[in-house]
């Protein structure tokens, strides 16, 4: 069935560090896929989305790159601030026509001054 | 635009009592999809709504879950005799559809349900 992996967390990373958040998918048909963010007492907000293969989403100094071959969609940003602290889920569509989407677990970043 | 909104933010119940919460979509949204967050975890989809009608509910969504969209506006998901098992973050999201291209879910902020 659908489902969504995303890398075991918390990561806890120190301010300008390079971050990396691995993110992988099986789905039927051809999923839209997406990363949302959830800030600390905040409801979730849609960071990023890719609606096909190569394609590259990015905001706010983050991307990620729809990956077919490798059923992959690995956020990334190369100097996190303490202000990215949150949590990170990643989803898709699963191949259906109206966009219900499957989420991963979960990664809690913390990062530090 | 004012967001997706959902009331109560919180709600306290005892086992076997029913609760019944409410979602106001993004107002030309005409999808509104309802999910249910555990600690730890990702949203997990219960229903969706296009207009009026109900068009999937997942397994998730047992007999004693309904919801309902009556006037394809706001949405109602009432949960009947509770269960300790029902307590977590019950999430609303509404879009838009947009034609060639995946519509963006907006989320709203989530009521959190205890039950004791």
């Known amino acids: 069935g659908d489902s969504v992996t995303q890398m075991e967390g918390p990561v806890t990373l120190s301010e300008e560090a390079f971050l990396t958040i691995n993110c992988t998918y099986t789905?039927?048909?051809?999923?839209?896929l997406f990363w949302y963010v959830q800030y600390p007492g905040e409801g979730l907000q849609l960071l990023l989305k890719?609606?096909?293969?190569?394609d590259k989403g990015s905001n706010k100094g983050f991307e990620a790159t729809y990956r077919k071959e490798t059923t992959s969609f690995h956020l990334e940003k190369g100097s996190v601030q303490v202000s990215d602290s949150a949590v990170y889920f990643c989803?898709?569509?699963?191949?259906?026509?109206?966009?219900?989407?499957?989420f991963g677990q979960g990664t809690i970043l913390t990062v530090h001054p | 635009d004012t967001g997706v909104s959902q009331d109560p933010r919180h709600k306290i119940t005892k086992r076997g009592q029913n609760v019944t919460f409410r979602c106001d979509p993004i107002?030309?949204?005409?999808?509104l999809y309802w999910y249910r967050q555990t600690l730890g975890q990702g949203p997990e989809f219960l229903t969706y709504?296009?207009?009026?009608?109900?068009?999937?509910k997942s397994r998730l969504l047992s007999d004693r879950f309904s919801a309902e969209r009556p006037k394809g506006s706001f949405s109602t998901l009432e949960i009947q005799r509770t269960e300790q098992g029902d307590s977590a973050m019950y999430l609303c999201?509404?879009?838009?559809?947009?034609?060639?291209?995946?519509?963006?879910?907006?989320f709203g902020p989530g009521t959190r349900l205890t039950v004791l």
């Open positions: 999201a509404s879009s838009f559809p947009t034609s060639g291209v995946t519509d963006t879910q907006y």
């Open positions: 789905a039927t048909g051809y999923p839209s």
């Open positions: 890719a609606t096909k293969a190569d």
């Open positions: 989803a898709h569509t699963g191949g259906t026509s109206y966009g219900k989407l499957t």
């Open positions: 107002s030309e949204h005409n999808r």
């Open positions: 709504f296009q207009n009026e009608a109900q068009l999937e």
